[in-house]
């Protein structure tokens, strides 16, 4: 309700191209966008989900937003399930909750269409599945889930590495399980990749060899200092709190003789809460984007806010005997008022303000510039180059030729935009701040400009205005 009521209308780009895979699948096209087969969806999962319930119910955009907000409140309950299982005390797990529902970035994609609040909600269920006071039937049904997850987010398949290994070493008597359930999350990721191989002619998405597609070891300053800003800022009552425990734990060290156990409790919690994996998630998440030097954003990096709540509370749990009733209080009640003042002025301040100018400006602009695309061309067959696709693909009714290469992996094969538009010859192009003609349109190349106008950043990370224009090519 919160986030419907904070972004009613904001979908991101990437949500359309979603849309334009549905559209094409529901309509019988098969995996394509605007009707080009390619391996542009790095979620088929997500695809596949919302082209049912276009076909049964829905428009393609209600879908997936309906999609979204049930998977969005699956999140919320599958986050009090693993706070129950792990005991926490109900008051410190009611916080938990409230952090998780005022989370600034999670209110502003849980509505929006895209897959993360699915991604979050299989990554919870998985790690209460794997409890290893549970049955094979829950091993062999986690196994299950992570094959299917890996359709939603690839990052899953890192998570399913990272999960081998832990319950190799921790659980010596469960190996069979172990081995039965990845041998089922294998057969799905092949299957998969068999299905791609033969349908798009390749095992890689186009979105892994536009945003991370160079080497292992790329990590820059800049990159990894906004990677652990936007990790300050998407957990920011959960780093208050364990920082308040960490104060706590030196100062019980110091002065009270009787606690000298206390930091050797603060750390066997994570054991005990059986908080390790989750720890491993989050950090071999993190440490790999940030070799990778890829850029994170928000969406990225929810699918690990759940963990980052439940070894923060649950480490609160864990040793708040060691507190009279009244730190306690004082405790709660700082987390408490950081979830709801710290994610308040996070939201009003720098997350709806981008969110509505990204409405007003992007949304509303690039689909003006769509109907125009559709009018001027007759219905006839055409075609438009662009960075941002989505918006385009979806209302345009044409042929899209892709800069980033997200959904045209023939980008891949020209060393500039320039040499793509020169071969491509699209019938109109719409260029954005940062382009300039004469750089990607050949200078021999009749050109009009059908529209043009100045917008806003395209982003919490984009806020620059920009203007963007839409120019017809006449190709002799």
Same mark, same amino acid.
């Given at each position: 309700?919160?986030?419907?009521?904070?972004?009613?209308?904001?979908?991101?780009?990437?949500?359309?191209?979603?849309?334009?895979?549905?559209?094409?699948?529901?309509?019988?096209?098969?995996?394509?966008?605007?009707?080009?087969?390619?391996?542009?969806?790095? $979620?088929?999962?997500?695809?596949?989900?919302?082209?049912?319930?276009?076909?049964?119910?829905?428009?393609?955009?209600?879908?997936?937003?309906?999609?979204?907000?049930?998977?969005?409140?699956?999140?919320?309950?599958?986050?009090?399930?693993?706070?129950?299982?792990?005991?926490?005390?109900?008051?410190?797990?009611?916080?938990?909750?409230?952090?998780?529902?005022?989370?600034?970035?999670?209110?502003?994609?849980?509505?929006?269409?895209?897959?993360?609040?699915?991604?979050?909600?299989?990554?919870?269920?998985?790690?209460?599945?794997?409890?290893?006071?549970?049955?094979?039937?829950?091993?062999?049904?986690?196994?299950?889930?992570?094959?299917?997850?890996?359709?939603?987010?690839?990052?899953?398949?890192?998570?399913?590495?990272?999960?081998?290994?832990?319950?190799?070493?921790?659980?010596?008597?469960?190996?069979?399980?172990?081995?039965?359930?990845?041998?089922?999350?294998?057969?799905?990721?092949?299957?998969?990749?068999?299905?791609?191989?033969?349908?798009?002619?390749?095992?890689?998405?186009?979105?892994?060899?536009?945003?991370?597609?160079?080497?292992?070891?790329?990590?820059?300053?800049?990159?990894?200092?906004?990677?652990?800003?936007?990790?300050?800022?998407?957990?920011?009552?959960?780093?208050?709190?364990?920082?308040?425990?960490?104060?706590?734990?030196?100062?019980?060290?110091?002065?009270?003789?009787?606690?000298?156990?206390?930091?050797?409790?603060?750390?066997?919690?994570?054991?005990?809460?059986?908080?390790?994996?989750?720890?491993?998630?989050?950090?071999?998440?993190?440490?790999?984007?940030?070799?990778?030097?890829?850029?994170?954003?928000?969406?990225?990096?929810?699918?690990?806010?759940?963990?980052?709540?439940?070894?923060?509370?649950?480490?609160?749990?864990?040793?708040?005997?060691?507190?009279?009733?009244?730190?306690?209080?004082?405790?709660?009640?700082?987390?408490?008022?950081?979830?709801?003042?710290?994610?308040?002025?996070?939201?009003?301040?720098?997350?709806?303000?981008?969110?509505?100018?990204?409405?007003?400006?992007?949304?509303?602009?690039?689909?003006?510039?769509?109907?125009?695309?559709?009018?001027?061309?007759?219905?006839?067959?055409?075609?438009?180059?662009?960075?941002?696709?989505?918006?385009?693909?979806?209302?345009?009714?044409?042929?899209?030729?892709?800069?980033?290469?997200?959904?045209?992996?023939?980008?891949?094969?020209?060393?500039?935009?320039?040499?793509?538009?020169?071969?491509?010859?699209?019938?109109?192009?719409?260029?954005?701040?940062?382009?300039?003609?004469?750089?990607?349109?050949?200078?021999?190349?009749?050109?009009?400009?059908?529209?043009?106008?100045?917008?806003?950043?395209?982003?919490?990370?984009? $806020?620059?205005?920009?203007?963007?224009?839409?120019?017809?090519?006449?190709?002799?």
């Amino acid at each position: 309700m919160l986030a419907y009521l904070l972004y009613p209308k904001f979908l991101g780009d990437d949500t359309f191209i979603h849309i334009g895979f549905i559209k094409d699948l529901a309509a019988g096209k098969g995996f394509s966008f605007a009707g080009t087969k390619t391996y542009g969806s790095t $979620s088929p999962l997500w695809v596949i989900l919302g082209a049912i319930l276009t076909k049964l119910f829905f428009t393609p955009e209600t879908a997936v937003r309906v999609l979204s907000s049930f998977f969005s409140f699956t999140t919320i309950y599958l986050l009090y399930i693993a706070l129950a299982n792990n005991k926490i005390e109900r008051k410190i797990a009611f916080v938990a909750i409230v952090s998780l529902a005022f989370n600034s970035f999670f209110l502003r994609w849980a509505l929006s269409g895209m897959e993360v609040s699915a991604a979050m909600s299989l990554l919870l269920l998985i790690y209460i599945l794997f409890d290893e006071q549970k049955s094979k039937f829950n091993w062999y049904s986690g196994g299950l889930i992570f094959g299917l997850a890996i359709l939603i987010r690839p990052e899953f398949l890192g998570f399913l590495f990272i999960f081998i290994v832990y319950s190799f070493f921790a659980f010596p008597d469960r190996w069979k399980d172990l081995f039965i359930s990845a041998l089922i999350s294998f057969v799905f990721i092949s299957g998969w990749l068999l299905f791609s191989y033969f349908y798009f002619g390749t095992i890689i998405p186009n979105t892994y060899l536009a945003k991370a597609g160079g080497s292992l070891f790329g990590l820059t300053f800049e990159h990894t200092v906004r990677t652990l800003k936007l990790f300050a800022a998407g957990n920011l009552p959960e780093i208050i709190l364990v920082v308040l425990l960490l104060f706590a734990v030196i100062y019980y060290r110091k002065s009270n003789a009787r606690n000298s156990k206390f930091i050797t409790e603060y750390f066997a919690a994570i054991r005990k809460g059986r908080l390790l994996l989750p720890f491993l998630w989050v950090s071999g998440f993190y440490l790999f984007y940030i070799l990778k030097d890829v850029t994170v954003i928000s969406r990225y990096s929810l699918i690990l806010v759940p963990f980052v709540i439940l070894i923060s509370a649950t480490l609160f749990d864990r040793i708040r005997f060691y507190f009279s009733a009244r730190i306690k209080l004082l405790f709660l009640s700082v987390y408490l008022s950081a979830a709801i003042v710290g994610y308040g002025l996070i939201t009003f301040k720098v997350v709806k303000p981008a969110s509505n100018e990204f409405v007003k400006g992007f949304q509303t602009t690039y689909k003006e510039m769509a109907l125009i695309i559709k009018k001027d061309s007759g219905n006839r067959k055409t075609t438009v180059a662009l960075t941002d696709v989505g918006i385009i693909g979806c209302y345009s009714g044409a042929k899209v030729y892709d800069f980033a290469g997200l959904v045209d992996d023939s980008r891949f094969k020209f060393k500039s935009s320039y040499d793509y538009v020169k071969t491509k010859k699209p019938d109109y192009i719409i260029l954005r701040g940062g382009f300039k003609p004469d750089e990607i349109i050949p200078r021999k190349t009749n050109r009009t400009i059908l529209f043009t106008k100045k917008i806003g950043g395209f982003g919490i990370n984009d $806020s620059l205005p920009r203007t963007v224009k839409l120019y017809k090519l006449f190709w002799k």
